[in-house]
């Protein structure tokens, strides 16, 4: 005899279940407390600066016609204006130093910073540094609100973070979002190890603090990544480590000062891993070193991987930049590279980024005939005084045809210049030569080629008769 389970029982039984079953609704974080207790020390930042009219090619356009020939200034009279930016920073000291973004306030004539008290006070630039897009401002103001400054290398991905600032001129906007990754390096931004959020960030934000649920600073709201303008999930703070580094270096000397080698990097993949005998692909790859460079004098030479830096592993190239640019400048640092397949250690002094990124040595040499690099599906030929002066190079050889081949199928093109092959110097056509002899079979070899101003490592393989592949 079956039992009948009646209906209200069930009803309460599935009511458990969808309570029980919620998603952690009691773990997620209240940020009420946070926000009350920082949100005085954020600020409005808005600047003033004079643009100076134009004489274009014709006459001068009346205010009424203008907006009908945008994109065609050249060809009228502008007369002067002031273009506003807005922007947003937080106070780091009771005697009115304010943190924001070097972009907030770039040439800038005049700084407003506005209180959460509607106080607005026009504010003293101390310092700024285009490299880290770090400024530091004074106000003349005392017993000021300010924030806690925490520690960015505490920051694990996933953690919750919270965002401050004025979006779209919107004072005391605030937003939250979890950290999606750390030492996250962007295009053009070499010395900046970003932290990465899901935090709803848009243009006015910048120079905004980023808490984390201790309410301390953790970053500075930077950089959004959007095809729109507008925020699309993916959101940059500066870490608050350096950037407390740079504010010493700004209130103590008014400059920042950063470590450097003076050499040109990229990355190593599966294939070149292979050719310079690591187990994985890792480490920066050097595919020049300047001339008279710290890296020059330390022993770095281009082939080299660099593995380790200062005690920090190098996974990527990416890190490089990051790692040396926190070394003082003056000092020796340790370097552990893979050179011709072995680890070595060198001591290597660390010099001062110069504002122009160092310059390369241009020297000339002797020209020789052209030559067909059969095993590689190459003809070369030797470079002129004037090209290897004017590409800063004192060896390599012209690719003037590529054939299908190993050369072709590592990426070489018409136009390289090939200037080592298997870590060796390639002076000229004879020299190229010799070294074919000597290339392994069925083995990845280093290849280093010049194109335009960007030296790059690629791996060729060279098969043994019978073993290559068809491209057709």
């Not at 009908?68 to 937080?90: I, L, N, V």
């Not at 400059?255 to 990229?266: E, K």
């Not at 004037?386 to 018409?414: C, F, W, Y």
């Not at 004879?430 to 002899?437: D, F, K, S």
Request: negative net charge; aromatic residues 6%.
């Amino acid at each position: 005899m079956k039992t009948q389970v009646p209906a209200r029982w069930i009803f309460v039984f599935l009511v458990g279940l969808l309570i029980s079953c919620r998603p952690h609704a009691g773990t997620l974080p209240d940020f009420t407390a946070l926000v009350e207790d920082n949100q005085d020390a954020v600020v409005n930042i808005s600047t003033l600066q004079r643009v100076e009219g134009r004489r274009g090619q014709g006459q001068r356009v009346p205010e009424f016609f203008r907006h009908f020939f945008e994109g065609m200034e050249d060809h009228f009279d502008t007369p002067p204006r002031d273009a506003e930016s807005q922007g947003s920073g937080f106070i780091i000291s009771r005697d009115g130093y304010i943190l924001t973004n070097y972009h907030v306030v770039r040439n800038a004539d005049r700084i407003l910073v506005r209180l959460q008290d509607r106080r607005e006070l026009e504010a003293e630039l101390v310092g700024q540094d285009e490299q880290s897009d770090l400024a530091l401002l004074r106000i003349e103001a005392g017993d000021l609100p300010v924030v806690r400054i925490g520690s960015s290398r505490d920051l694990r991905v996933g953690a919750w973070v919270l965002a401050i600032g004025a979006p779209f001129g919107f004072e005391s906007t605030v937003t939250a979002g979890i950290v999606s990754a750390v030492g996250r390096s962007l295009p053009n931004e070499n010395y900046v190890p970003f932290i990465q959020t899901d935090v709803a960030i848009n243009p006015g934000n910048s120079g905004g603090p980023l808490f984390n649920l201790d309410g301390e600073v953790v970053g500075i709201n930077s950089q959004i990544v959007s095809r729109s303008g507008g925020f699309m999930g993916l959101s940059f703070a500066i870490p608050i480590d350096m950037a407390m580094d740079v504010v010493k270096q700004l209130r103590e000397t008014g400059r920042v000062a950063r470590g450097w080698l003076g050499v040109l990097i990229q990355d190593v993949d599966r294939d070149l891993a292979e050719s310079f005998g690591l187990d994985k692909p890792a480490g920066a790859l050097v595919a020049q070193v300047m001339s008279d460079s710290p890296a020059a004098k330390g022993g770095i030479q281009a082939g080299d991987v660099v593995l380790e830096f200062n005690g920090e592993r190098i996974h990527r190239s990416s890190q490089l930049p990051h790692v040396v640019g926190r070394v003082v400048p003056g000092t020796e640092a340790e370097a552990v590279v893979m050179r011709d397949g072995k680890r070595v250690t060198l001591k290597v002094p660390v010099g001062e980024l110069p504002e122009d990124g160092g310059r390369r040595s241009r020297d000339a040499q002797v020209e020789t005939p052209e030559v067909q690099a059969d095993p590689l599906g190459l003809t070369v030929e030797p470079m002129t005084a004037q090209e290897r002066e004017n590409m800063g190079l004192d060896h390599g050889v012209k690719i003037t045809d590529v054939r299908p081949g190993p050369a072709s199928r590592a990426g070489i093109r018409r136009g390289d210049i090939l200037r080592t092959l298997n870590n060796m110097t390639v002076d000229d056509p004879e020299a190229l030569e010799e070294i074919l002899t000597t290339l392994p079979q069925n083995a990845w070899v280093p290849a280093l080629i010049q194109r335009g101003e960007n030296p790059r490592f690629l791996a060729l393989r060279v098969e043994a008769d019978g073993d290559a592949e068809s491209e057709e």
